[in-house]
């Protein structure tokens, strides 16, 4: 390990971080007509005008401001801008009849999507846990926890374990098929066990610990594969592998073809998802205080499956996607593949001291500072060709915001002074 | 089918019922003093004195008078003695801090066993649902979905699905072995079947008839013998069998060895829990409105093995346990499964039509009407021996009361009605 190279790398992400990444969302991002935040821009990064605020990018920009702040950025003004969006969440986004949060708003605070999807739901439970551990104001904690019990009330499969996650405003389940009401995610129950971490870290509460512990084994014993421990993306209610199809509710822009199905849609995993499994589990047993004894050949196939067939040795970066055993589908680089390999990679290396871990850091820190940073404006592109040519060029939408770029550089600078301690 | 030796049936019970059975209780289980009820007698109906009131015999008693004054008996006298045991678990027995009722007081209402046993909780639902159909007060539907709620959050096991059932008054899951932490119960998951039912009933909500179908299909796929299916009464957190053992909070006479161990700890089902199953399942999925077309073969086989091994034919009655394979452990005669076979016996011979169940009612309720009705008092004797001689003799206890005999009677006459009609 070079030192040296260690403190560059963290010094790029610091000059990132509180120069480009941090500014560019609090001198913009506040809507101070209608309360909540603006998070359409263009690739100059103006204001593109979506008439829309959805729940992901509202608590996603919570999370940033209030993990900025914990980790001692700001000054107090990101207290002040996460509080400005826990105001908007609690009294416009709730469902004061109901419970539980609505999907999507336009910009003055009118619901448009009424509906209740806990891919949505736990990062509000992320973000108010997180708020509140990083303010101590009680409210953020108070509506993760109201949340957190209606999910358990409604969402929980107790039967065969787990979580359904479609629901109409009043809690009904959705309908089968692209309605989604039966079908189980890689992706909601990971970003679960990411919300439960934060909410058990804020309450200590051993009911949060309890469930937190249960979708950990779950995740591990039903979700990624039998053979290569890779994310299984698509679930029918008992475990048995869904074919994996476009729902109506998207978060995201996972390719699928005109009728909603994908090309290798039974064999299909996400090297970035599987290296942020990987780091929010470490994350989540750190918290849990659980040895990770019995989790290394779940976190070691993880980050090798990313090292052996996701990374991009030639021109840097994480490909998109590829099946179980290997062979790469999408080559193209998408942004928040990169910046949780970037955190994920860094604990690999310090946990388990191997300098393929670090190289493949340093192969994703250059292509990210090189190509994907759009330095003179401030944010990431969000797709690139495998090469670095940009392929989609706005600076954030309702899926992209801020939450993986501004924690990649947060997460990743902590690491970096660790690994620079103990160096 | 002899109409006329159904409407004898049908008499015998009714007068048990309105002379003997509802009278004892009326004329003796109020408590003005304290609030709530009385739950213990001797044989001759005298209070025995025991310093407690339970939860069972609390809800069970508010069960027995909101479902008597709803099959229409009492003319409002019931719905009044319904409602002041409400009060006392509403403003006594409710934890106003935690959530959830206590285990145990002593009369007055201080707390004895403060802790959050599922069992109880499935009465308190069930009977708390009853009387709000029974009598439209809105109170009991309140606390049995607020208890349903806490069930969901502290109680459901989202990993290998079902309920943990034992927990402190925080509602931290108790320990394992004896404390019951790491156990699952036929027992407690039928009785919440039974609970979510009759909560379904009274709310409509799709919340309480998902997780009524999410139970029923955790009772006939894990919990009943996948050969005989017949009831396996304990299990560990992931459905594998559990040696029988017994707990430090227990509701019923189980025996045990002086080690808390059962002499056949792993091959050992009650014909009465079988049919009492069978015949709660028919109802749930009345109330659901599912067909039986899935659950003949469930329903068949509870029925027909009390019917080739359980029933007494020679002395009448049903035998307490035995074997799943058929041997009998046990030829002694309790109260609670005579109570269920009458109803449940009833059920199979109105739908499946074989006379070996009306002969099988009929065997029943001889022994139960010559030998267990204690008729100078009014209530059923606890316990006796094969040929019918009391082995305990008190009329009621907190794990006694009165839901067995009173629903039997009250269930039966419902059943013996429809008979009657059709036939």
Redesign the interface.
């Known amino acids: 390990m070079n030192k040296e190279q260690l403190l560059k790398y963290r010094e790029e992400a610091y000059q990132h971080l509180t120069k480009e990444l941090l500014p560019f969302w609090e001198t913009r991002c506040v809507d101070e007509v209608n309360g909540g935040f603006i998070t359409h821009f263009d690739n100059n990064g103006n204001d593109s005008g979506e008439d829309e605020k959805s729940l992901i990018a509202q608590t996603r920009t919570v999370f940033t401001f209030s993990s900025a702040h914990r980790a001692g950025y700001g000054e107090g003004r990101y207290a002040a801008i996460a509080k400005h969006g826990v105001n908007f969440l609690v009294n416009k986004m709730w469902d004061v009849e109901n419970g539980g949060f609505y999907w999507l708003m336009d910009r003055k605070g009118n619901v448009r999507i009424d509906e209740k999807i806990v891919y949505g739901l736990s990062f509000a439970i992320y973000s108010l846990s997180e708020y509140t551990l990083a303010t101590g104001d009680p409210i953020g904690l108070e509506y993760a926890e109201k949340t957190?019990?209606l999910l358990?009330?409604?969402g929980?499969?107790?039967?065969?374990?787990?979580?359904f996650e479609m629901f109409t405003r009043t809690?009904?389940?959705k309908g089968p098929g692209s309605a989604g009401g039966d079908r189980k995610t890689l992706d909601a129950h990971m970003h679960l066990m990411e919300a439960f971490t934060t909410l058990f870290e804020a309450s200590g509460q051993?009911?949060h610990r309890?469930?937190l512990e249960?979708?950990i084994?779950?995740l591990i014993n039903k979700i990624m594969h039998p053979v290569y421990s890779t994310g299984i993306p698509q679930f029918l209610a008992d475990w048995s592998v869904a074919p994996q199809i476009k729902f109506d509710i998207i978060w995201g822009w996972d390719r699928f073809s005109e009728d909603g199905l994908k090309s290798s849609a039974e064999d299909n995993t996400s090297y970035g998802h599987n290296v942020e499994f990987a780091w929010l589990l470490m994350h989540a047993l750190d918290i849990a205080k659980i040895p990770y004894d019995d989790y290394n050949t779940q976190l070691l196939k993880s980050f090798n499956h990313a090292i052996d067939h996701g990374i991009d040795w030639e021109f840097g970066g994480v490909y998109v996607e590829g099946s179980h055993a290997g062979e790469v589908y999408d080559r193209e680089k998408e942004f928040w593949q990169q910046a949780e390999v970037l955190i994920g990679m860094l604990d690999a290396y310090r946990i388990y001291g191997d300098e393929k871990y670090l190289k493949a850091y340093d192969s994703t820190h250059r292509f990210v500072f090189e190509k994907m940073i759009h330095h003179e404006v401030g944010e990431w592109l969000p797709l690139l060709t495998r090469q670095g040519e940009p392929i989609w060029t706005h600076m954030s939408h309702s899926w992209k915001v801020n939450y993986h770029s501004v924690r990649s550089m947060v997460q990743s600078i902590v690491r970096l002074d660790k690994l620079v301690k103990t160096g």
Chains 1, 2 share one sequence.
């Open positions: 957190f019990n358990q009330v409604h929980a499969d107790t039967h065969y374990g787990g979580y809690w009904e389940l051993q009911v309890r469930k249960e979708i084994q779950l």
